[in-house]
């Protein structure tokens, strides 16, 4: 099994430039969500989506855009790239939390973004 | 507004003692508290799921337990070895999951 898959693992941006992270997950999730972790802060949360078709808010949303046009891809967008913006990218995936299931969630590797 | 505070920031503890850590959480409104483990530039490895209509999860030496009228989850970890040393994890609320900021706990051979 993939799991949730997270491309690329590295990438290396200049000011002002755009870019997207991609995210997909093979296991049916409903619940998908992106974080960025930097030192000392712990993961904060950017955006999340409870289902096709609908995204909200986390912690962080700032220059960052998502979509959501299927259970399995939750791309995030940097529109104008920022040197605050370098962080590593994580993004998570779970059942629905009224599915009855364990809701526990599933991470994927991460992407180390650096801009310049 | 979920918040999520872990405490202490970093602890060192000899081999072989049990030891605990402290995750607490503003809203109590929350499905499910998660713990994980984190190696230096590692991702996050799943540790524990404690759903919200259950008190406590045990695997291996670790055992987890949440109280949510009073905010509060820990994480034990028994008989500790250098192996364990990593930064541990809390994760919890309802849509929106909450990080803490970690607890960077090394053990001393």
């Known amino acids: 099994n993939a799991g949730v898959t997270q491309t690329p693992k590295f990438q290396v941006l200049k000011t002002g430039q755009s870019m997207t992270l991609q995210c997909a997950q093979d296991m049916n999730h409903e619940y998908m969500s992106w974080y960025r972790q930097d030192p000392g802060m712990g993961l904060r949360l950017i955006h999340y989506s409870v289902g096709a078709g609908i995204t909200d808010q986390g912690e962080v949303p700032n220059g960052y855009n998502v979509s959501r046009s299927t259970t399995e891809d939750f791309p995030l967008r940097l529109l104008s790239a920022a040197p605050s913006q370098t962080s590593v990218y994580f993004c998570a995936s779970s059942p629905a939390p009224t599915s009855g299931t364990s809701y526990e969630q599933y991470f994927g590797p991460g992407t180390r973004l650096t801009v310049t | 507004k979920q918040e999520v505070t872990q405490i202490p920031a970093a602890l060192s503890v000899p081999e072989g003692e049990n030891l605990v850590l402290n995750c607490s959480f503003t809203d109590s409104a929350i499905y499910n508290l998660q713990w994980f483990r984190q190696d230096p530039g590692k991702g996050l490895t799943s540790l524990l799921l404690i759903q919200s209509s259950q008190r406590e999860q045990t695997s291996g030496r670790l055992n987890a337990s949440l109280d949510k009228s009073s905010g509060r989850s820990t994480l034990y970890i028994a008989a500790s070895q250098p192996g364990d040393s990593a930064t541990y994890l809390c994760?919890?609320?309802?849509?929106?999951?909450?990080f803490g900021k970690g607890t960077r706990l090394h053990i001393l051979p």
């Open positions: 994760a919890g609320g309802d849509d929106k999951i909450i």
